[in-house]
């Protein structure tokens, strides 16, 4: 999606004979909004259609939590057991009709291949490294990394480093680099926060020539139905355009700092159907002599704001360690705990690492939210009004929590 590509042996032109020791190869069009919108051409050694086997059809079942009560929300993830691997070990925290947010922490390996039939999905790598392996090739990966994967790109995870741990969006519509962060022309501007550089596509194509039984899991229609295949799904000779997987690493994320507090959009870093997800990096803050150098309580009128805290030091919000999660739902302000504000005076910079989501409908929760929920958070403006929030232990303000 970001620019156009090609890895391997493509025809001089589109759609004319493409041949392999006289064999004439398969050409298909992996496309976006009819033939309008991008595409990649894949040159197949077998038709992508042959089939060998209808295997079962497993539908998508979905425990919903209603809470007695609405309100403000922290749900600790860091102990969650692992389970499954890289798709069946996802575990749906919250979702809405257009998006879904997953955990998953794999201990398992893929002995399938998997392709997404009805949504983009990001996956976050906060622990562990190694390649998806995709029919586009091999898409190295490591900690930080934001994996961004088209809807029908097959593929299968080849972990290196363990543990994992991901954080994984999934979306009907498409996941897109901002609007704003582009010209007319699609190159990303002078101001943005990245550039074409920071994005990193297939590295490597290898054509599988194997003949077997491969059994391929495509989501599709709310379930996941099972495919054999008797050839390898990595037939791909050669391949060109603008549709395959690629990543962004969180820590090529420059920042964008003022006199006075930027809002979230200035974090955003991906825009999806409806909601956008941003990254929060370490970095200079609010430098006014008279800045509060941390957010402004706020009411997002249209909006629920889910963070997920990544690494740094959360000294300054009480409760919040690494990989937890909070919830601050519409309909509701939030804002810094009582104290901090204050305290946050003086303070120049924080260290810390987080990615939030923020949707513009409600989110529904579900049964594995409610484990992991602390039940308390929606207090901590009340409890913490007599005892002001811990000062952070590095004058600089390396604890600091920088959004809210
Ligand atoms: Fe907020």
Redesign the pocket.
Known sequence: MPFYQRLGDVPRKRHIQFRENGTLLTEEVMGLEGFTGNESILYHLQSPCRVMKLDGFEPIERKEWVPDQHAHRHFHTKEIDAAGDEVTGRRLLMWNNDVEISLCRPKDSMDYFFRNGEGDEVIFVHEGSGVLETVFGDVPYKEGDYVVVPRGTTYRFQPEASPQRYLVFETPGLIEIPRRYRNQYGQIMEGAPYYHRDIHPPTELKTVREQGEFPVKVRVRGGYQTYLLDYHPFDVVGWDGYLYPWTFSIHDFEPITGRIHQP?PSHQTFAGQNFVICSFCPRKLDFDPDAVPI?YH?S?LQSE?M?YYVSGNFGSRKGVEVGSITL?PSGLP??PQPGLAEKSIGTHETHELAVMCDTFNPLKLTDFAKKLDDGTYWRSWYENASQPADATDDASGAGLTS??
């Open positions: 979230p957010p706020h997002n704001e963070i601050h939030h804002g959004h809210l």
